[in-house]
Nanobody
Framework: QVRLVESGGGLVQTGGSLRLSCATA????????MGWFRQAPGKAREFVAG????????DYAASVKGRFAISRGAVRNTVYLQMNSLKPEDTAVYYC?????????????????WGQGTQVTVSS
């Protein structure tokens, strides 16, 4: 079992920025493809951004493309989500996920490990 720990959420005004971080709580021997998902109250969890295990490929939901950027850190299985030009509709709990099987970016929910989530609230 791999534990993921997210940080960086908070309250920000419309148009502001936040940077989310995610890392494995323990050292892992394998590099995972990783992704960010979010879930707003009363809505299903949705894909936000993903990055391949090499970092060479990324994908984004249409609603965040051009505003959010996912990147890998220097430490294995550390990933960041830079969120700019935030909107009230970005308000949600954001979850980090790791895929232990598929090395490419995938947008479905079939990731193997999930973090506890971090709240992002954008005020209007």
């Amino acid at each position: 079992q791999v534990r993921l720990v997210e940080s960086g959420g908070g309250l920000v005004q419309t148009g502001g920025s936040l940077r989310l971080s995610c890392a494995t709580a323990e050292r892992a021997d394998t590099t995972f493809a990783m992704g960010w998902f979010r879930q707003a109250p009363g809505k299903a969890r949705e894909f936000v951004a993903g990055i391949s295990w090499t970092g060479g490929s990324t994908d984004y939901a249409a609603s965040v493309k051009g505003r959010f950027a996912i990147s890998r850190g220097a430490v294995r299985n550390t990933v960041y989500l830079q969120m700019n030009s935030l909107k009230p509709e970005d308000t949600a709990v954001y979850y980090c996920a790791a895929d232990a099987v598929r090395p490419v970016v995938t947008t479905d929910n079939e990731y193997d490990f999930w973090g506890q989530g971090t709240q992002v609230t954008v005020s209007s």
